[in-house]
Nanobody
Framework: QVQLVESGGGSVQAGGSLRLSCTASTYTYNINYMGWFRQAPGKEREGVAAIDSDGFARYADSVQGRFTISRDSAANTLYLQMNNLKPEDTAMYYC???????????????????WGQGTQVTVSS
């Protein structure tokens, strides 16, 4: 069973940047999609960005142009570069992965079976 471990969260002021990392415990070549989700207190977990093994990426409208997802399969690591952060980006961020995600469901949490424990991102105004 692949384990996912996130890191890189923290506290920043609005306009700042953070880079999240998600390292898998084993190779990820057979995992077609990996993604980032976030959950703010009292809200549903929502998809932020996802990327397939060929580098095709999808983003939520709320982060398009500010966040960049990337994947280093050789290092079994997924990244999320977050720029121009806003207070509404404050949430626990989770890494997710699965072998069988359909392209039209890549930002749906129900499509993923593997999850990390999360890393907190706090953006102050």
């Amino acid at each position: 069973q692949v384990q996912l471990v996130e890191s890189g969260g923290g506290s920043v002021q609005a306009g700042g940047s953070l880079r999240l990392s998600c390292t898998a415990s084993t190779y990820t070549y057979n995992i077609n999609y990996m993604g980032w989700f976030r959950q703010a207190p009292g809200k549903e977990r929502e998809g932020v960005a996802a990327i397939d093994s060929d580098g095709f990426a999808r983003y939520a409208d709320s982060v398009q142009g500010r966040f960049t997802i990337s994947r280093d399969s050789a290092a079994n690591t997924l990244y999320l570069q977050m720029n121009n952060l806003k207070p509404e980006d404050t949430a626990m961020y989770y890494c997710a992965a699965d072998r069988l995600v359909r392209r039209w469901r890549v930002l749906e949490k129900a499509a993923y079976g593997l999850w990390g424990q999360g890393t907190q991102v706090t953006v102050s105004s």
